[in-house]
């Protein structure tokens, strides 16, 4: 019998690998971060080649960790999570990518948003895909690829250059790469590229054209949990067996599957390079007025899709990462609680972190980061507190927004990723919302989610209540500030946010 799933998490700044047991707890994982290219400002890219190889290396790593013998049969099934939007083209008989990858947070693509804007406005494909137009997505990347690298157009049409999400490289690999490996993607992965109908489920022959991306580049679409799967990992491959390759959600999709919010109404916040809330829907989606997107949320088999309305903030973790490798404030992004600690509130300033601009509820490509209040009195902890808590004050704008589209008010809120280690933000997180913040024993709830998805699509896991019954609460900050304190500071944090929008004027 197989003892464990394993799970690919390939985010925005590392790989990693985890295995995982039936009752849902880590037992090994392995991690290798990758670099960051930027090539001009606003520019972001990852070497797709670094990614596959770091990929490897993480998954050797964690099958030894764990003791994992893959020829006896010890992992059930593999499943995959990644950062969304991420753009890849390459050839399919190769397996050479055209360009670097286009990361999420890349805003190159903004002349071309600027002019699919100009007839019909920023919500033009909106009814169909459920999300504005911004740099953000997929399909505009592609559209970059194709007019500005050599011979990709070409190649396209022929049928040679493909493209994927982060996740359809990696599966592609997995199962074969140029010898006939999967070219795949799940509907979570496939509704953030502003090409696929959120109702069909299918990608959408009118914005193909109007984009110029022929449909013969871009994967099949199929559920997040797939019994019938893609293929199987090769022998010769990292995993050294044949391993049903079967789960595929986008990292915060898999997120919500990880923190087991299968209810309409039930919703997580994700803590990262980004901040992503997502609130489940249930099986119809929910158009959005107040600068949210309509995504998918899973679909496991052949049940009905779910859908979500998520939040997108675009700088929270990437914000420490900032203040340690461009300013050197901290040795270590660990470092950062510490700092902020050494003093009592921010000194009166807040920091708009909008370096790739604005994204929910804003979606404003041209706003820009700014620090407002600075005085003789700041020191390095006021920043670094203020750093910090421009998570939770993003997060509350989401979270207001998201009651009212829904019309159901937040009473607790589920966190996992990396920044929920940091105590001081938690506890700032529960104050500036004013409802409880409840942290799982297992944090890590992205990886889980693939996870989840893999094993539910072999067995492993029989039914949605098994995984419900894995979840388990390790911490709840509840918030402690005055009324009128939260009120003031959550006013004041406004402002700031209407200067990151006219840092010009």
Known sequence: MPKYVAAIDQGTTSTRCMIFDHAGQVISIAQKEHEQIFPRPGW???????IWERTRTVIQDALILAGADTARGDVAAVGITNQRETTLVWDRKTGRAYYNAIVWQDTRTDQIINALASEGGQDRFRAKVGLPLATYFSGPKIKWILDNVDGVRAAAERGDAVFGNVDSWVIWWLTGGPDGGAHVTDVTNASRTMLMDLRRLDWDDEILAILGIPRQMLPQIRPSSDPQGWGC???????????PVCGDLGDQQAALVGQ???????????????????????????ASKYGLLTTLGYKLGNEPAVYALEGSIAVTGALVQWLRDNLGLIGRSADVETLAATVEDN??????????????PYWQSDARGVIIGLTRFINRGHIARAALEASAFQTREVA???????????????VDGGMVVNTLLMQFQADILGVPVVRPQVAETTALGAAYAAGLAQGFWSNLEDLRANWQIDRTWQPHMAEATRARLYRDWLKAVGRSMRWLE
Do not use: W
């Open 233 to 243: 990992t090769r022998e010769d491959g990292p995993f050294g067996a044949a391993i």
């Open 400 to 414: 207001d927004a998201m009651e009212k589209d829904s019309g159901v008010a937040l009473k607790a809120l589920k």
């Open 260 to 286: 087991t919010c299968f209810s309409p109404g039930e919703g997580k916040n994700t803590y990262g390079t980004g901040c992503f809330m997502l609130l489940n829907t249930g099986t119809q989606p929910v």
């Open 44 to 50: 972001v890219e990852h070497n797709p080649i670094e």
């Open 347 to 360: 000194g009166g300033i807040y920091f708009v972190p909008a370096f790739s601009g604005l994204f929910a």
